[in-house]
């Protein structure tokens, strides 16, 4: 019935097989999401920005992708999130020593991942925790970052890199929330939380220019109200100068 020893042979190489594809395929994947732009598929060159997913661009793709937006038809917006340069970081990236251009031609000394991280000098490849951290933009390995993290400071610290301020929650074990570092390439679960934060933060700045525009509203309505007790006001005066004249005309 078809279950002698060849085919079993055939079915335990189709499984190495596949096994084997799909390992080529995770580490095509892996390569592409640390050299590659997410938007325009080209390499990843500086100058890179972020968005609050972690995701790498390169800036130049991101303008011409906000610059040509309203004239597209197409109705699928790859990074409907990124409604403007403000919604990205620029990154200050380290290059890494090792790297040559794949196609270049490589040999075991070169590596294909262009940048690095400057405290351990680990290369970007995908298999360690990168971050970024918001406020100044500066790229690090998560471990890195921790080892220069002092619990006496809380969650206030200083860039190891730049010396510039940020809050540093989650880089200490806290939560995605609040924090300024941002993982890039984040796996599933941690994008589905920097998600949720992305989001309540687009509608926490709904909210405000809601409050905003309602105050504005009652400035406008205080300034009409003063402007109507001034013309009234200039109304009685004119009445007045008008009775005083009829008052004197009529003694002429
Ligand atoms: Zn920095």
Redesign the pocket.
């Known amino acids: 019935m078809g279950n002698d020893g060849g085919s079993i042979s055939k079915r335990d190489e189709m499984v190495r097989t596949k096994a084997s594809v799909q390992k080529v395929d995770a580490s095509l994947l892996r390569q592409s999401l640390w050299t590659v732009c997410r938007l325009s598929r080209e390499p990843l060159q500086a100058p890179v920005v972020s968005d609050a997913l972690g995701r790498l661009y390169n800036k130049d793709a991101v303008i011409q992708h906000l610059l040509q937006r309203h004239q597209s038809s197409d109705s699928t917006d790859a990074i409907p999130h990124i409604r403007g340069l403000r919604d990205t970081t620029d990154l200050?990236l380290t290059p890494n020593t090792l790297y040559r251009p794949a196609s270049a031609g490589q040999n075991e000394q070169h590596s294909v991942y262009p940048f690095m991280c400057p405290l351990s000098a680990r290369q970007m490849d995908g298999m360690h925790r990168f971050v970024y951290?918001a406020?100044?933009?500066?790229v690090?390995c998560a471990s890195g970052l921790q080892a220069t993290l002092t619990d006496a400071r809380g969650e206030s610290h200083?860039?190891?890199?730049?010396?510039?301020e940020?809050n540093a929650a989650l880089a200490k074990g806290g939560k995605v929330q609040g924090s300024d570092v941002v993982t890039i390439n984040p796996d599933k679960d941690e994008e589905d939380k920097m998600r949720e934060k992305m989001e309540s933060r687009a509608q926490h700045k709904k909210k405000k220019a809601r409050t905003a525009d309602r105050e504005d509203g009652e400035v406008a309505e205080q300034e009409a109200k003063k402007r109507r007790k001034a013309e009234r006001k200039d109304e009685t005066r004119r009445r007045i100068a008008q009775l005083t004249a009829e008052l004197a005309a009529e003694k002429a």
């Open positions: 200050a951290i406020p100044c933009g500066c690090v200083n860039c190891p890199v730049c010396a510039r940020f």
